[in-house]
């Protein structure tokens, strides 16, 4: 199955759900048709500390061929508040920085050519997470958000600081999505998690830094001949021309030898 | 990236476009979120004996671990219609069936305990078909249609009773689809490819056959700890408690080796 370079993407809840409907994993993999797999490694409820347990299982240094690309896209879980609900995801500031360093340091050790992007969590509409804790819980619901806006923007801005740093692509989602009216219900369903028009704000950002990166799907080869290249009479002279001859792997390839074989 | 079983959908563009917004593909990645991944290996326009071409490229004997479960979806081209217009991706009826055994013997050989799904193609709405041509070339559309619901019928059928004589899990989409008053146009967007409610029956079809196999996801296992089952003060003992100390890889898995290496 090593057919197609892989892209990984590496993350939270927000990453986990990228393959509901709408979401911007399945649109990735949608905009990579035949060129490149899209491999979704989210953990909902996982913050970078967690997350580097991970690190090693996911992208061993001794694996197969590396993937060319991952996104790194935590914070969200970072930048709970201390003393609140949901405390025990708290990470500080720093360590934030550090963990996400770590990450990066490791996939340019797994390839240096890897492209890595690493994206800062979207902004939180603080009114979206309450009326999301009442839908659950009714009056028994908390009374302090367990996010602020205002402390998950200083976690983006570390995203940011670290990736100018490291010299690497970066999607700033909180000031991305904040630059549109009304973002807090377009784009959030529950203060935190994507809409699907959240959800296009990321798919595209992510291609438009992939592009940037040199990964334009354009430009990238289709794996297997398009059909309209494919002659009804003679089938074996478009696949011959992938590379029957030169592949060595002949048995699979070639149509005389295939018939043999499947 | 071996540490989830795979599942691959092997098909046409029904399948090459199950990543698509409500596609059932992306429908089935989410269903299987973190228990297995989902890989796409779909080909627009191709019937079964170009896709023969592609089987050992994409499903080597000698590869690393095999797929767990391997869709196969073709027969929507091979039943184009002789002297029409796609007439090159007409595939005869016998030789239709006889491509089918050959993908799922050496599917069987290259795993034994292979879950192989057989999916037999969508019905054809032959009006939708003529709509669609319209749309595209106007007055200068085909008059005959390059597929009849009839004809594609005799090759689910060949399906059906494949799965049958194998002995292995077989959706007959022709018939299911059929069964539903108004399919032609809430299952089918230009009388071939199938809409979001179209691409809903397959994903719920793909997971009944995948259940009834042993592969529900329900029964298998999370990748890695839920976020609930980790300890805030002594994420570790999460982390460990899935193989740490006998998995043999340690400097990866153990806390204490792990922060010296990320």
Redesign the interface.
Known sequence: ???RP?M?LFGDSIT??S?????W???L??SY??KA?I??R?????NT??A?????????LS??TP?VAVTIFFGANDAVLLGRQS???HVPLNEYKDNLR??IS?LKEMSPNMVVVLIAPPPVDEDGREQYAKSLYGEKARKLPERTNEVTGTYARQCVELAEEMQIPCIDTWSVMQQTEGWQKSFLRDGLHLTEEGNGVVHSEVVRALNGAGLAAEEMQLD?P???A????H??IA?QSQGCSSSG?I???C?EN?SD??
């Not at 393959?19 to 979401?23: E, I, L, M, Y």
């Open positions: 199955m090593a057919i892989q990984v986990e759900q393959f509901r409907p709408g979401g994993g399945a649109a993999a949608d048709s035949r797999d491999v979704v989210g953990y909902g409820g996982y500390r967690w580097l347990f991970l690190l090693h299982q996911i992208f061993p694996g197969p993937p405390e025990k995801q770590k990450m490791h297997f398009h059909h309209s494919i002659d009804g009479a089938p074996e696949f792997d048995d699979a390839f149509p295939a074989h499947i």
